[in-house]
């Protein structure tokens, strides 16, 4: 048997994250309050965008009437909301980066065979809760 001699060099890549190469979309989550304001009557929602590099950019408050808090609750899919019981987002902190790693799931954001959560009306039938036509 004859020996070879085979020489490694070690290199340390340019970036420190093996992902440094994929560029993510912006994308926007939303935090709702699950009552209306009482005096007002109102809903409170925090719009929140979040670049590429998941960092918050900014965000503002909304203040929407009953019939638009359940269109945007029945056209948002379920990883890009989170549902707060109070009528005030005062004492909730943003997203979390778990809040931020649902959103962008590729398989939560799948069309196809879209279960989604389906709520039982008593009239042997099923709402289902997901993005709109």
């Known amino acids: 048997m004859s020996k070879s001699n085979k020489k490694y060099t070690f290199v ?13 979309s912006p994308i926007k989550f939303y935090q709702l309050c699950g009552f209306p304001n009482p005096r007002t009557n109102k809903y409170e929602i925090r719009e929140v965008n979040i670049n590429g590099m998941n960092e918050i950019e900014q965000y503002k408050i909304l203040h929407v009437n009953h019939d638009t808090y359940q269109k945007i609750i029945r056209a948002l899919r379920d990883n890009k909301y989170r ?51």
Do not use: Q
């Open 83 to 133: 549902l707060y019981t109070t009528y005030n987002l005062d004492h909730i902190e943003l997203p979390t980066c778990n809040d931020i790693t649902l959103a962008r799931s590729v398989m939560l954001n799948r069309d196809e065979n879209y279960s989604g959560f389906a709520t039982f009306d008593g009239n042997n039938d099923f709402t289902w809760k997901g993005i709109l036509p």
């Open 12 to 24: 340390t890549p340019p970036s420190s994250s093996i992902y440094a190469d994929n560029v993510l």
